[in-house]
């Protein structure tokens, strides 16, 4: 897998227009022994056919198919620019990461790059920093935390016949992991629990929490509080917003009346549950085709198709993590790691959901602007 080092990082950079910016980071190509004279030639026109800007300052010009037997090796050229350089759109670049892509190596640093993109204070870190290591630091996402909701965090079938000891339970899970404080312990025990329905309840704080975090417990047999059902308590530790999704799928299963598909038998049952937000809708399967997977540009070509339809539209790499996500999201798309021949699972729902879902077929099927 391709790693950056502090060694293709180039601080105290300056260019006037983005075109400069990109001939001075292919002239380093070029320098490294990544690829031979005329690359630069790709990426500018790889530029405007779409945009590389990602977000928070971040910018990944790289060639096109047409230019890839230019490349000698896959590698990057990172240019630091304290001062920014004009990308249009209003967006300004503070470190253009210049890729030379031989084969599918590049998507490790795409999928890398998702989780700093939405993250907090990162354009300013960038902007701000004076040696490699620092930015570095930045894409990796050190001291950069995201949400906390795995097996560790699970207890099923808990002979528990109160709500404050499945509290407990959860409150203890989180400590363990590091999670939240005892601050929070005695913030989340001195609340009573909130009935959603249908079995499922829910407490959370904000109090002492170090790292957005979920924990699930289910009861073995059920009891009742008050009139009301309890087969299973969800407790949300929140200092960032990471946990929303989730929320929002709780909100839809309560909806349908779906919740009994949280109560699952394990752990992994009960986290799809929260996790996968398929619920009805139409799905189907494609399988990609393009050569070096969904890099940035046949990823960014797949989100432009799904955004014009008003239907919510999930993808899920089948070949991948299990983890399904808004096919909206260039972020979230790209972070999915799809390489060739990973086949993707597309949900659609919505008035347009048959036309949406057709259109993507095709566009895949086309190659989504590779042939």
């Not at 630069?40 to 977000?55: A, D």
């Not at 910018?59 to 249009?88: C, E, M, S, Y």
């Not at 030379?100 to 590049?106: G, M, N, P």
């Not at 170090?210 to 509080?225: C, L, M, P, R």
Request: aromatic share 4%; net charge negative.
């Amino acid at each position: 897998m391709l790693e950056l080092t502090e060694g293709d990082v180039q601080l105290g950079k300056n260019a006037a227009t983005k075109q400069e910016a990109i001939e001075h980071i292919a002239d380093d190509l070029v320098a490294k022994g990544l690829v031979v004279e005329g690359y630069s030639s790709g990426m500018l026109s790889r530029e405007n056919q779409n945009s590389t800007y990602l977000g928070n300052g971040i910018a990944i010009p790289h060639g096109t198919t047409d230019t890839r037997d230019l490349v000698k090796q896959t590698g990057v050229q990172i240019h630091h620019f304290a001062n920014g350089v004009n990308w249009g759109n209003g967006n300004t670049v503070y470190l253009a990461i210049g890729i030379a892509a031989k084969s599918d190596e590049h998507l490790g640093i795409l999928k890398q790059l998702t989780h700093v993109l939405s993250a907090e204070g990162v354009e300013e870190k960038l902007k701000t920093a004076t040696h490699a290591e620092q930015i570095l630091s930045v894409l990796k996402g050190a001291n950069q935390q995201v949400l906390l909701f795995d097996e560790s965090t699970i207890t099923l079938s808990f002979p528990a016949t109160d709500l404050l000891s499945m509290s407990a339970v959860c409150a203890g899970k989180l400590k363990n992991a590091n999670a939240v404080d005892q601050d929070y312990v005695s913030a989340l025990l001195g609340q009573s629990p909130i009935c959603l329905g249908q079995g499922l309840w829910i407490n959370a704080s904000s109090i002492g929490v170090k790292q957005t975090s979920i924990a699930f417990i289910s009861s073995e047999q059920g009891f009742d509080v008050d009139g009301k059902a309890v087969k299973g308590l969800i407790t949300v530790a929140a200092n960032t917003d990471e946990h929303a999704e989730i929320m929002k799928n709780i909100g839809k299963l309560l909806f349908d009346g779906k919740v009994a598909d949280v109560f699952g038998a394990s752990p992994e049952s009960v986290i799809k549950a929260f996790t996968d937000i398929r619920q009805g809708g139409l799905s189907q399967i494609f399988k990609i085709k393009n050569a070096h997977g969904l890099h940035a540009r046949p990823g960014a070509m797949l989100v432009s198709i799904a955004k014009k339809f008003d239907s919510q539209i999930w993808v899920l790499n089948l070949d991948g993590d299990g983890k399904q996500v808004n096919a909206k999201s260039l972020m979230k798309v790209i972070a999915l790691g799809v390489r060739q021949g990973h086949e993707l699972e597309f949900t659609t729902d919505g008035v347009d959901a048959q036309v949406a879902i057709d259109a993507i077929g095709q566009a895949i099927e086309a190659g989504l602007g590779e042939g």
